[in-house]
């Protein structure tokens, strides 16, 4: 019952536009791989080809309204995978979706949904496996549907990789030494995960692509560290939170993952202290915790691996407490009538025109230009869905750019003068820029007005201004 409703909550919170720049970059690539007229880093693997096809499907029958009830419901799907069984107090349950909806806007449309939904299914199916490896056609035919999930995964996100760490983690828990030859088949049964991206055509390249993800994300490498440190939800909470970005959600974010952290170890040290290792499932869900928030504190972006687990795992401890109903139920009440005053700013098409260029690029198709297109990144994946024919300089995924480029790039909105000489040398014809929600461009557009004869604004609307030369 409380699983469901928690899901409900999800489905109704994940209801808002598209939010996420990249989900048209991938729209675009379903249709025809999406090229810059700048160079890429070879050798260049399409690691997300299943989930593009998939959301291409619904975007093509119904478009964005579409896409957004189709999101809307994996996410439910996700927290009612993680919250199966899963028994919480009324108190509980009001904390839930509080928490749900200041974290609403994590439930975009991206990739790592379908890596949640993944997980989801082993988080359930995994232990059943480990808790016994016999004749039982029911355990070989979930055995197979893992691997053959575990190879649609290979071509969804580089997240992949953590369905075969899961199920290294759940040999661990479940370790027996008393039956070394079950011990065996789940080690094989782990090891056959790992190989699952070499079933695909470029399978080193799918394999090598979670060690090049946790390069940029980490700053690992010298060349990575701009990657790590420039792009916003590649930071630490605590760093956001230190630079004042979204402080209060920051300061929720960071306070849940912390709290996680320290009852995962704790609960783990506690369980060696006292000889309890027989509690597999205890042990697993700890580790997945630990794991979880540990990726949280390096990255923003990872919050949302969090979530789910944390909920699982932590909310269940809160007791029932005393005199809380009406206060649960006035909770309730006022976090759903924000909710659904919120829904009254969304425009029907579910398309967030303060993110990405609508009016611009409605001009743009029937106002041609001479020379190159330089354009903001997050406005790369829409013109490129929206306008194939006018190649971009860049969009939203930075993986495929070199940080000598990106670095490049983010300089030109400190230092005009040097745009100026760069756009001669590349022939660039056209600039398209925002003017809100994304204020780092401010310098390059007053030196573009003050250049006027050389640069004449031919079109602006309320968020973004295009420039001709």
Known sequence: MYCLIVSIAVVLFAIFPLTDTDVWWHLACAREWVTTWTPVREPVVNIHEF???????????????????????????VFCLFLRRVKLSKIAVALTIVILFVFRYQFEIRPVVFS?????????????????YDDSKKRWAGAIGILFLQWIWCRCQGLYILGPIFGIATVAAYFDRNNLDRLALLALFALAMFGMPFLHSDGLLLAAYPFELLNRLVGLSPSATIFAKEIAENRSPLTLLLEGENFWTSLLMLACVVTGLVYAVKQLV????????????????????????ILALVAERNFVLFLPVFLNVVLPMIPELPFTKYANLVAVAFVL????RSLLAYDSTMVSAQRVPVAAAEWMKTNSHDGRLFNDDRAGGYLAFVNPSDSTYIDGRFILKTADFFEQYLGFAENPEAFAEYAVQNQIGRVILPTRYYARWGKLIEDLNSKKGTWNRVHEDEYFVVFDR
């Not at 975007?59 to 964005?64: D, E, K, M, P, R």
């Not at 009538?337 to 659904?340: E, P, Q």
């Open 51 to 77: 989930f593009q096809q998939t959301i291409a499907a619904i975007y093509n029958v119904g478009g964005a309204p579409l896409l957004v009830a189709f999101k809307a419901l994996l996410w439910g799907s």
């Open 116 to 132: 949640l939904l993944f997980l989801g299914i082993y988080w359930n199916v995994l232990p059943w496996l480990a808790q016994g």
């Open 270 to 293: 506690g369980m060696i202290k006292n000889r309890a290792l027989h509690a597999e499932n205890r042990i697993l869900k700890q580790i997945v915790l630990c794991t979880t928030a």
């Open 337 to 340: 009538g924000l909710w659904g």
